[in-house]
């Protein structure tokens, strides 16, 4: 029985001693004493940093979607409706839209925004409207990696400030190395703030997947056939011809008055010169 107690607590004050070790060395990860800091560099303090852990062994993906197409239409304008229409049914919005002729093709570039979730539905809606398809091209791209690696040096960064934001706090070290602290930090906000946007800018291309679309259409001209005139159309035409008629002969008419007044004049005077010949004769008998 003697032998057994002590062998229990023998074993109790290993496992105690075990743990207040463990505890020690948590501690000594967790922070590091100012005075290191002050005389390490910004590449030490990087060393003393625990490894960041491998999101992407998760093995979740975050996939960017992208849709490049091009395709024929019968109407520009009705088809351009009936995309508006399909995208106000899902969170999607048009974020661009261009309208151009070149004689005799009318096109339209379109671009849309839509929640990745609905990507294939709203493009399901538009292919409908392809008349002919010239091409339609669909990307996509894992980008969970970046993310990981924008996540990791975000966090690490922010920790390493923390740790300037301490020496200032606590005044420790000479001005050299408070005014260096503070030169330090101000590099690290920049490179902080730099890599929260480039988070921010996955984080919306994957929440929201992009369609690009080129629809266009041959513009021929329409003529109207007498068939599809009505008689009152045919009436009132035929007045405006007539009228038109009248205004045209008046016209001719000013440029060529001259002409008639000296046509005229010579009838007016072969005339007198005829009775003039005839009143001779008579007196001459």
Known sequence: MKLHGLIVIALSVLIAACGA??????????????????????????KDLPPPRDLYSSGKTKLIKNLHYRFEVESVNKCLEAIETAVKKYPAYISDSKLKLENPILENNLTIRVQSEYFQDLVKEIDPQAKFVNFRNITTEDVAKQFVDLDSRLKTKREVEARYMEILRKKAGTIEELLNAEQQIGELHEEIESTIGQ??????????????????????????????????????????????GVISVLILFAY??????????????????????????????
């Open 199 to 244: 988070l921010n800018y996955l984080k919306d291309q994957v929440s929201y997947s992009t369609i690009n679309l080129e629809f266009y259409q041959t513009i021929t001209q329409e003529i109207a056939t007498a068939d599809t005139e009505t008689r009152g159309d045919q009436f009132v035409k035929a007045l405006v011809s007539g009228w038109e």
């Open 21 to 46: 070790k463990s505890e020690y060395v948590g501690e000594a990860m967790d922070t590091l004493p100012v005075e290191n800091v002050v005389a390490a560099d910004k590449s030490q303090i990087l």
């Open 256 to 285: 060529i008055w001259p002409l008639f007044a000296i046509g005229i004049a010579i009838g007016i005077t072969f005339k007198y010169w005829q009775w003039r010949k005839t009143v001779q004769g008579i007196n001459q008998q």
